[in-house]
């Protein structure tokens, strides 16, 4: 059984082939549209779909969608494979949600942690009973050089590089310096507090500046590139099933 996965966010598009649990093709472009769909059913046979969008604008692939497979638009109803707890459902970023599904899936039975490293940094705990409780949501990597930029006369706007040091000799690097270990503490942070609570807590880091920090996080953790594709497609398999 091969699933379509379509992960829609504010910059990136992302497209997935996921066959029993594993992906077999993957793109992340600024835009997916039918075109991109119809080329990849040359290739696979698509059985199923699932859509998670933060934008608005996806009534056309929905509908083109629906008419052709058992097809799944992620929202606050759609059944899940874990319990909900999170008070504004209908706040709640889909993203956030299949990393959930995820992490519960990827460790059963343990409290998770999961650090998304993307637009936003957010974090989500799921318990050891299977229960999605929330976490926090702060600006993203880039977002914060635009921030600096923006609100300031004389902050020049930057992209991200890798640096060795953390006295900047320049508005530039004390920038660098500012937004890199501040992100490196945050998520320090927000580990050692959990852990203070949940001894045993497993830790997965995924999103899109994943590579820039993993080796800058203490302790042991689990860097998962696709965890959003793999939650999409659990979700979606959950539901065929129902």
């Known amino acids: ?13 992302k497209l997935a082939v996921v066959s029993e649990r594993k992906t077999v ?13 119809v080329a990849i059913e040359k290739k696979y046979k698509i059985r199923n779909a699932i859509l998670s969008s933060v934008i608005n ?12 497979y058992t097809f799944v638009k992620l929202s606050e109803k759609t059944p899940l494979p874990v319990k909900n707890v999170y008070r504004t459902k209908d706040t ?21 942690l999961v650090l998304q490293l993307g637009t936003c940094i957010t974090s989500d705990f799921i318990t050891e009973e299977g229960v999605y409780m929330g976490g926090s949501i702060s600006p993203g990597m880039e977002m914060r050089f635009k921030a600096l930029h923006h609100f300031s006369d004389k902050l020049p706007l930057i992209e991200y590089q ?33 852990k203070s609570k949940y001894p045993y807590l497993k830790v997965i880091v995924t999103g899109g500046n994943l590579k820039a920090f993993e080796n800058a996080i203490k302790g042991e953790i689990t860097p998962f590139p696709e965890l ?15």
Not at 1 to 12: A, E, S
Not at 92 to 112: I, K
Not at 181 to 189: K, P, R, T
Not at 228 to 242: A, F, P, Q, T
């Open 162 to 194: 890798s640096i060795d040091y953390i006295t900047g000799q320049s508005s530039e690097e004390a920038i660098l310096s500012g937004v890199i270990h501040g992100i490196i503490a945050e998520c320090n942070y927000l580990i050692a507090n959990y």
């Open 57 to 68: 604008d996806t009534q056309t692939i929905e509908n083109y969608l629906t008419e052709k």
């Open 92 to 112: 709640l970023g889909s993203d956030r949600l299949a990393c959930a599904v995820a992490a519960q899936n990827l460790f059963p039975e343990e409290n998770v």
């Open 1 to 13: 059984m091969m699933n379509l996965i379509l992960d829609f966010g504010n910059t990136c598009k």
């Open 228 to 242: 959003v594709i793999s939650g999409l497609d659990l979700i979606l398999y959950y539901n065929v099933e129902r």
């Open 25 to 37: 093709f993957f793109i992340t472009q600024s835009h997916i549209g039918i075109d991109d769909i």
